[in-house]
């Protein structure tokens, strides 16, 4: 059974700093992984998806990495901005049906 | 933890038909409901978000005649395809908030629809 761990679960920063998310889960076997943003009382917001066959997928100031080998994926947010204030998921994608991690709750400070 | 159930878990009808599914928040109350539509190796995307006792609102390129959305409590939202055809074969799922909890999601466990 997939199970998906996502560190730090809340993290605060100063706003224009870098940062970085970590997502882990215990199945290897997936075909791709998907990182959200959650705002509060909305869908999610699809941000990036990593194939299994890639290493790194980027859009604008994000940049995602997947390690499928050893269950691992980053999502980095350069220049860190208020608006990116959110919760952000990490959702691996396999044979099991899909399994959402608690997320990390970011804050960006002006 | 907060349970969100959906049934069917799979269905697979005929072209033409009408399928139904429902999303329902086990042990809390759900203001708020949202249904996502996931193509085959392709990313989770949002439909539509449903408030209980008004209209769901949809996201751009979602029809709304097709793909009804009744939340009549605050503790069921029924998604309706209406006149399936294939191309609408895809996994459904829904997530019920818990606005007590900072609007945290809870997802269910998805619809595979298939229609031949």
């Known amino acids: 059974k997939q199970e998906v761990t996502q560190i730090p679960a809340a993290l605060s920063v100063p706003e224009g700093e870098n940062l970085v998310l970590n997502c882990s889960f215990t199945?290897?076997?997936?075909?791709?992984l998907q990182w959200f943003r959650q705002d509060p009382g909305k869908g999610l917001t699809s941000l990036l998806l990593?194939?299994?066959?890639?290493r790194e997928q980027t859009s604008g100031r994000l940049n995602a990495s997947l390690d499928k080998s050893s269950g691992r994926s980053t999502l980095y947010i350069a220049a860190s901005q208020p608006g990116d204030s959110a919760t952000y998921l990490c959702v691996p994608e396999g044979n099991t049906p899909l399994v959402f991690g608690k997320g990390t709750r970011l804050s960006v400070i002006a | 933890g907060a349970v969100v159930s959906q049934h069917p878990s799979r269905v697979i009808c005929k072209s033409g038909t009408s399928v139904k599914i429902e999303c329902r928040s086990l042990?809390?109350?759900?203001?708020?409901m949202f249904w996502y539509r996931q193509f085959p190796k392709q990313s989770l995307m949002l439909m539509a978000t449903?408030?209980?006792?008004?209209?769901?609102?949809?996201e751009q390129g979602v029809e709304k005649d097709k793909f009804l959305i009744n939340h009549a409590s605050l503790t069921l939202s029924t998604l309706t395809v209406t006149s399936a055809h294939p191309e609408d074969s895809s996994f459904y799922i829904c997530?019920?908030?818990?606005?007590?909890?900072?609007?945290?999601?809870?997802f269910g466990p998805g619809t595979r629809l298939t229609v031949t």
């Open positions: 199945d290897s076997a997936i075909y791709n």
């Open positions: 449903s408030n209980e006792g008004s209209k769901a609102t949809y």
């Open positions: 042990d809390f109350q759900a203001t708020t």
């Open positions: 990593i194939q299994s066959s890639q």
């Open positions: 997530s019920a908030s818990d606005e007590g909890f900072s609007y945290e999601q809870y």
